[in-house]
């Protein structure tokens, strides 16, 4: 645990130092990033230290994560990194459906520019056969979708919808063409962006989250 967590700011150092909702950030950027995978035990003596926080300013951030739904707290065992269901994807989706189409479609801040500096990162990752690397693209790719918008509020609720779609991507971690497929489609849609075909693009990409859904779906089905 205390490797896994070298790299993150130590509270004392942080602007929000000691404070639940850093803690929660941390934990979910974490999570997001693909270094915390589904099943795995959140040891509070383990992560207290790590994180140069008290156990209960470390509990007041599991509460925050609780209601974002990417942890779970199992009596008598301890506290665990949600493993999400069908009933999760769904959610995902129609949130994901209703913000990225608009946000590509109307954002005042989008950058094609950003966007295609990840494309390149993901291409690296699939001409590696790195569903990591193709994983982390991916992530990246969405939240610019978002920051797009301009909107803090949004950009702070996708970052926590990522961290739930990481956890489901993690079922598809025998199915790496899941992975794949989705380099191009998402460099499909910056060719149309650049092109300035922000509409065609915005109706592209509700197309393929739903082919995305119902492709995750099927698999949690048959597992």
């Known amino acids: 645990m205390k490797s896994l967590f070298a790299s993150i700011p130590h509270g004392k150092g942080s602007t929000h130092a000691h404070t639940s909702s850093w803690v929660a950030e941390t934990l979910r950027r974490q999570i997001a990033q693909g270094q915390l995978h589904p099943g795995t035990k959140l040891s509070e003596q383990a992560l207290s230290q790590a ?23 199992i009596p008598n065992r301890g506290v665990f990194v949600a493993s999400p269901g069908a009933e999760d994807v769904r959610e995902i989706y129609a949130v994901r459906r209703t913000i ?47 920051r797009s918008s301009g909107s803090v509020l949004l950009t702070e609720l996708m970052v926590r919808v990522l ?19 989705y ?41």
């Not at 149309?192 to 109706?203: C, I």
Request: net charge negative; aromatic share 4%.
């Open 163 to 181: 961290a739930r779609m990481r956890l489901v991507f993690h079922a598809m971690s025998d199915a790496p063409d899941f992975h794949s497929h």
């Open 51 to 73: 994180l140069g926080v008290s156990r209960n300013t470390l509990r007041e951030g599991f509460t925050l994560l609780d209601s974002d739904l990417i942890i779970e707290r």
């Open 100 to 146: 990225e189409p608009a946000a590509i479609a109307w954002g005042p801040q989008l950058n094609v520019a950003a966007l295609q500096e990840v494309i390149g990162e993901a291409r690296a990752g699939l001409a590696e056969g790195s569903v990591a690397r193709m994983a982390d693209a991916n992530q990246k790719f969405h939240e610019l979708v978002i």
């Open 183 to 223: 380099v191009e489609r998402n460099a499909a849609l910056v060719d149309k962006l650049a092109a300035g075909l922000r509409l065609e693009a915005a109706e592209d990409l509700r197309h393929y989250l739903d082919v995305a859904e119902a492709e995750l779906l099927a698999h949690l089905a048959s597992s």
